[in-house]
């Protein structure tokens, strides 16, 4: 069973930056993807970004593109999320998310990913 546990969250400045991470244990990675989605209050969970474990493709949101980068350390077997240029637009809950298929970096969507953690919030003071 993967489980998921991501660390890193908090209250930061606009225009400050953050850095997330999700260990992934349970499971030896190779074709599959990971991802990071965040929920706003009164809002839809969205896809951030996606990572193709085995070749590193990434995919980002247009709303984070060019200010989060998404990394992976095969040793460590965790996924990072470099948030820059913080916005108070980015606060929200960050889930890191697991598809055992790994075409799911590409246009990610929710129902492509079966394992979530359980949420790190990240708030960003105007």
């Known amino acids: 069973q993967v489980q998921l546990v991501e660390s890193g969250g908090g209250l930061v400045q606009t225009g400050g930056s953050l850095r997330l991470s999700c260990a992934v244990s349970?499971?030896?990675?190779?074709?599959?993807?990971l991802g990071w989605f965040r929920q706003a209050p009164g809002k839809e969970r969205e896809v951030v970004a996606a990572i193709n474990w085995s070749a590193g493709n990434t995919y980002y949101s247009d709303s984070v593109k060019g200010r989060f980068t998404i990394s992976r350390d095969n040793a460590k077997n965790t996924v990072t999320l470099q948030m820059n240029s913080l916005k108070p637009e980015d606060t929200a809950v960050y889930y890191c998310?697991?598809?055992?298929?790994?075409?799911?970096?590409?246009?990610?969507?929710?129902?492509?990913?079966?394992?979530w953690g359980q949420g790190t919030q990240v708030t960003v003071s105007s």
């Open positions: 998310a697991f598809s055992s298929a790994g075409r799911a970096w590409y246009r990610p969507t929710l129902s492509d990913y079966d394992h």
């Open positions: 349970g499971r030896t990675l190779g074709y599959d993807a």
